[in-house]
């Protein structure tokens, strides 16, 4: 199995048209053969896991979160926006450095 996963921008966007994005970037993989690793988010685009009270940066957590998850994949599927989006951008830059296959959308 090649496991792939998916970067997209969230914050301030409309939350239709995320799961529109992401429905494209899973029928894309799926129809490639990849099986795509789960998310770090619920349906609702909520975090499934919080960082307790001892973290005293949140956001740097999650994208701790994000590239233990990312190791465990060969594949990263970039929506679009990814480009203006710092978690996606730091997705793209260590998928770069090790060599994972980048597929979605150039910027």
Same mark, same amino acid.
């Given at each position: 199995? %090649?496991y792939?996963?998916?970067s997209q921008?969230?914050? @301030?966007?409309?939350?239709? +048209?995320?799961r529109? /994005?992401?429905q494209?970037?899973e029928?894309e ?5 990849y099986?795509i690793?789960?998310?770090a988010?619920?349906?609702t ?7 307790d009270? %001892?973290?005293?940066?949140?956001a740097?957590?999650?994208? @701790?979160?994000?590239l233990? +998850?990312?190791?465990? /994949? ?7 926006g ?21 597929l979605?959308?150039?910027?």
């Amino acid at each position: 199995m %090649t496991y792939a996963v998916i970067s997209q921008p969230m914050r @301030g966007i409309e939350p239709d +048209r995320v799961r529109t /994005a992401r429905q494209t970037a899973e029928a894309e993989l799926t129809a490639a053969g990849y099986d795509i690793l789960p998310d770090a988010y619920d349906t609702t685009f909520q975090y499934t896991d919080e960082p307790d009270e %001892t973290i005293t940066n949140p956001a740097l957590w999650h994208m @701790g979160k994000a590239l233990m +998850r990312l190791s465990h /994949a060969e594949v990263i599927y970039m929506c679009p926006g990814w480009s203006k989006a710092r978690g996606c951008r730091i997705e793209h830059s260590a998928a770069i450095e090790f060599g994972l296959t980048i597929l979605g959308y150039e910027e």
